[in-house]
């Protein structure tokens, strides 16, 4: 059902000091960056290793643009740290089908826009030993959109 790990999410308060730590400490390098409006995070995806079924394993550093998005909130509770894992699989509505079916509450009906073009759902924590985990179906060309 999952191939990889597509990425871990990391919550800051200050993006571009997040990049910066990843950039002089490792040598990590920005991939990608952009404003998801929906999930209420500006984001930076850095790449780290290609994954055998073609994909990729990313960090992802969010912060937040509202007061009320999930990563404000972690913030406000948790401090800066490691908000969600995120496992890929080739259909997210068919894995988040499969997980719901074994009692765990995905909390989005149809998947949603995540980064670079990808279809998205989270799985609730509370029934993930204290994990927010969420689903990824990572875009190949002419993969719909969930807009
Ligand atoms: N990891 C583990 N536990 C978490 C958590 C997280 N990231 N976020 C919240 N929780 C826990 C809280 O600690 C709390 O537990 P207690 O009641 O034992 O204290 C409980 O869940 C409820 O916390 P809350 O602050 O009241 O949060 P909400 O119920 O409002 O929201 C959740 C929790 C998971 C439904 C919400 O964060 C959500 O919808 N997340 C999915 C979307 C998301 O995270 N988007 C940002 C990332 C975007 C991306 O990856 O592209
Ligand atoms: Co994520």
Redesign the pocket.
Known sequence: MFTRID?I?I?CRNLDEAIRFYRETYGFEVTHEEV?EE???R?AMLRINGTDDGGASYL?L?EPIRDD???A??LE??GEGV??I?FGTADVAEAAATVRERGVRV?YETPRN??MGSL?T?L???DCG???T?LVQARTDGAPSAE
Do not use: D, T, W, Y
Request: hydrophobic share 35%.
């Open positions: 990425h999410g919550a998801n999930q209420g995070v984001e992802q969010l998005s999930p990563v909130k972690f509770r948790h908000h969600h995120a909390l995540g980064s998205i989270f609730h924590p509370k204290g994990v927010l969420e």
